[in-house]
T-cell receptor, first 109, second 113 residues
Framework: KNEVEQSPQNLTAQEGEFITINCSYS?????LHWLQQHPGGGIVSLFM?????KKHGRLIATINIQEKHSSLHITASHPRDSAVYIC???????????WGAGTKLIIKP | DTAVSQTPKYLVTQMGNDKSIKCEQN?????MYWYKQDSKKFLKIMFS???????INETVPNRFSPKSPDKAHLNLHINSLELGDSAVYFC????????????FGPGTRLTVL
């Protein structure tokens, strides 16, 4: 079992839909990252969370430390949101980043 | 203006060759990383340097040798390239080793023929 599990692995939705991507982890962490990787391969860091909730534009990220779970939400989704979204946790024991397998999101016009 | 830059962006080479990938960050960060993205798109950490000192060295063949001439640069040198080294390699930096957002370079796609 991977230390970081994401679901779903693949998600296809229509433009305008509300999107939720989930991340569960099994190790002690000091922070959790959400990242976006576009088809060209570049990685962009979206959020770094250690508690609560953060919002940036149409993106919202939440984390529940007790339940070891985080969600990334996209409101009013748009085709340009199509990308792979990756959850990564920063272990509190050795500060190593452990990556999830990613969620491939396709938003159809 | 690029925060984390890598060169080259694409590298095609023959098996057995020695090659280097360069990484530079202009963010004033103390910590830099090298990641390898495998065919399943998993990102695996290879090395981490903090203020030019090695702090993480995962199980990576010793054909891979990172070099940090100063804290703004972390270069990756690969000796005797093998077919399995083909991957996208990402460099990243963060202000320190703990709890900070990482900023990624654009990646270097290495193809070994």
């Amino acid at each position: 079992k991977n230390e970081v599990e994401q679901s779903p692995q693949n998600l296809t939705a229509q433009e305008g839909e509300f999107i939720t991507i989930n991340c569960s982890y099994s190790v002690g962490i000091s922070a959790l990252h959400w990242l976006q990787q576009h088809p060209g391969g570049g990685i962009v860091s979206l959020f770094m969370l250690s508690s609560g909730k953060k919002k940036h534009g149409r993106l919202i990220a939440t984390i529940n430390i007790q339940e070891k779970h985080s969600s990334l939400h996209i409101t009013a989704s748009h085709p340009r949101d199509s990308a792979v979204y990756i959850c990564a946790v920063l272990m509190d024991s050795n500060y190593q980043l452990i990556w999830g397998a990613g969620t491939k999101l396709i938003i159809k016009p | 203006d690029t925060a984390v830059s890598q060169t080259p962006k694409y590298l095609v080479t023959q098996m057995g060759n020695d090659k280097s990938i360069k990484c530079e960050q202009n963010l004033g960060h103390d910590t830099m990383y090298w990641y390898k993205q495998d065919s399943k798109k998993f990102l695996k950490i290879m090395f981490s340097y903090n203020n030019k000192e090695l702090i993480i060295n995962e199980t990576v063949p010793n054909r891979f040798s990172p070099k940090s001439p100063d804290k703004a640069h972390l270069n990756l040198h690969i000796n005797s390239l093998e077919l399995g080294d083909s991957a996208v390699y990402f460099c990243a930096s963060s202000p320190s080793t703990s709890g900070n957002e990482q900023f990624f370079g654009p990646g270097t796609r290495l193809t070994v023929l």
